[in-house]
C-alpha cells in the first residue's frame, strides 16, 4: 500500500532568501581578490566590484578561472539587487565553461529574486543535474520556485532534501516549519 501524503505550506510564506555559492579563484591576483572580497563581507560594493571588472579586464587567467570570476562579480551585482547585470555575468561565465554548476545555481537565485520562477526552476534544475559543488543551496532555491509556480509537494521535498544534505542549516529548518504533512491514506 503505497503511503500517500498531503502536505500544505503556510499561506504566510516567509520572504524567501536565496543562497548563493562564490567560486575559488586559484592564485593572488585581482582574480583570487574578487573571490575574496565576494566570499568575505565587504564595506564598498563599487570597489569590490571595481576589484572583480578590474581581473577581468587586467588579469590573464585561464577559462576556469575566468569564468569563476564572472559569477563571483555576478553575486556581487547580485547582493545589490543589480539583477540583470548579475545575468549577463553567469551567461558570460557559462559561455567559458557550460558545465559550471554554481553559475546555474545562481543564475536560479538571480531569477527568483526578478520573479522569473519558471526560469529559475530551469536553472536550478541544469545545477542539481550538475551536482554542483553547493547542492544544498540548488534544493533549497529550487523549493523556493517550486513554491511560487505552485508545486508545494515538490518544494517540501527540496527543503528536506536541503536539510538531509547540510544538517542543522537554519534556512531550510525555517522554511519547514510552514508545511504541514498529513496522512491522507
Request: net charge neutral.
Amino acid at each position: 500500500m503505497k503511503l500517500k501524503l498531503m502536505i500544505a505550506a503556510a499561506a504566510t510564506a516567509l520572504a524567501a532568501e536565496t543562497a548563493t555559492a562564490q567560486v575559488f579563484v586559484i592564485g593572488k591576483g585581482l582574480g583570487g581578490e574578487c573571490y575574496q572580497k565576494t566570499k568575505n563581507k565587504y564595506s564598498s560594493f563599487r570597489a569590490a566590484d571595481e576589484v572583480c571588472t578590474r581581473a577581468l579586464r587586467e588579469q590573464a587567467m585561464n577559462r576556469e578561472n575566468r569564468a569563476a570570476t564572472y559569477v563571483n562579480r555576478g553575486v556581487l551585482r547580485m547582493r545589490e539587487g543589480r539583477y540583470d547585470d548579475a545575468l549577463a555575468d553567469y551567461a558570460k561565465a557559462l559561455e567559458l565553461k557550460p558545465e559550471m554548476g554554481a553559475a546555474y545555481l545562481n543564475q536560479g537565485a538571480a531569477h527568483i529574486y526578478r520573479h522569473d520562477f519558471d526560469l529559475a526552476l530551469a536553472s536550478l534544475n541544469r545545477a542539481i543535474d550538475l551536482d554542483s559543488p553547493d547542492l544544498f543551496a540548488a534544493h533549497y532555491n529550487r523549493a523556493i520556485a517550486r513554491e511560487h509556480t505552485g508545486d508545494v509537494p515538490g518544494a517540501y521535498d527540496d527543503f528536506v532534501t536541503a536539510l538531509e544534505l547540510k544538517p542543522g542549516w537554519a534556512l531550510a529548518e525555517r522554511q519547514l516549519t510552514r508545511f504541514s504533512v498529513e496522512d491522507v491514506s
